[in-house]
């Protein structure tokens, strides 16, 4: 699945919860599939958590 059918999909579910169920419904189906990435991406080794957290603390990487 490429990239922008992935988003296709995406933004298909979000505006059906907000149709069907309204904003709030939205908002926290959205939240929950920006966790679910960011756990997937943990997952696979695409994400380094330490390096997110040190940008969070402001602290620079030599690289």
Do not use: C, E, H, Q
């Amino acid at each position: 699945m490429t990239a922008t059918r992935t988003g296709i999909l995406v933004g298909a579910v979000l505006a059906l919860t907000w149709v069907i169920v309204g904003f709030w419904a939205f908002f926290f189906v959205a939240i929950a599939m920006a966790i679910g990435a960011a756990v997937g991406r943990v997952v696979s080794g695409d994400l380094d958590v330490s390096r997110v957290v040190d940008a969070f603390r402001g602290k620079r990487t030599s690289s």
